[in-house]
């Protein structure tokens, strides 16, 4: 079956310092999704990329999608205590009914 | 506007005991689905209803069964609970599946 897996499972940054979380597929996805959460929370949907090498941002956050569609990258700029949490990305298989595949996520933590 | 309502938040229960969790939701949603997350285990699939009056199978069905009761909502029923059901339930909703999901604020379940 389908596997999203993510890497780095933790990253411990400065505030201030850049922070990226990577997500592969064994497959081709039709598109990717990320989510935010933070600690004790629940998951909360930041974004979807649907074409083949799609770039997005959303202030100091970087979304990329892959060429090949099988991989995608979270980067954040400057990270601030506020971006503590777990990044999950989601990929949705390319075929048959569209299931979605959540990654095991990477929990950042910031240190002020 | 609610989103997504899961209840009850908190619960223990006793190994053989069965219970109910609800999920509502009010957007209009026509997909609802039912995960687990344990830690480092990411989000797992439990069930999942791509609309109204249909309901498959995900990830870790056993020991689970679900019931679309209407568009608004789905509900999650362990019949004899294990203490492997130990876990964060969170009750997701979505337009379609190949679009972001929106979850309930989950439900933390503890089986002794």
């Known amino acids: 079956g389908q596997q999203v897996m993510q890497i780095p499972q933790y990253q411990h940054v400065q505030e201030g310092e850049d922070f990226t979380t990577y997500c592969n597929s064994s497959?081709?996805?039709?598109?990717i999704q990320w989510y935010k959460q933070r600690p004790g929370g629940h998951p909360v949907f930041l974004i979807q990329?649907?074409?083949?090498?799609e770039v997005k941002k959303q202030k100091r956050l970087t979304f990329q999608f892959g060429e090949a569609k099988k991989n995608s990258s979270l980067h954040i700029t400057a990270t601030q205590t506020t971006d503590v949490g777990t990044y999950f990305c989601a990929g949705t298989n390319s075929g048959g009914y569209q299931k979605v595949t959540f990654g095991t996520g990477t929990k950042l933590q910031v240190i002020p | 506007n609610a989103g997504v309502t899961q209840t009850p938040k908190f619960q223990v229960l006793k190994t053989g005991q069965s219970m109910t969790l609800q999920c509502a939701q009010d957007m209009n949603h026509n997909s609802m689905y039912w995960y687990r997350q344990d830690p480092g285990m990411g989000l797992r699939l439990i069930y999942y209803?791509?609309?109204?009056?249909?309901?498959d199978k995900g990830e870790v069905p056993n020991g689970y069964n679900v019931s679309r009761l209407n568009k608004r909502e789905f509900s999650l029923r362990l019949e004899s609970a294990a203490p492997s059901q130990t876990s964060v339930y969170f009750c997701?909703?979505?337009?379609?599946?190949?679009?972001?999901?929106?979850f309930g604020s989950g439900t933390r379940l503890t089986v002794v």
């Open positions: 497959t081709t996805l039709s598109n």
């Open positions: 990329l649907v074409k083949s090498g």
């Open positions: 997701a909703s979505s337009e379609r599946s190949t679009l972001g999901y929106t």
């Open positions: 209803s791509a609309s109204e009056g249909t309901t």
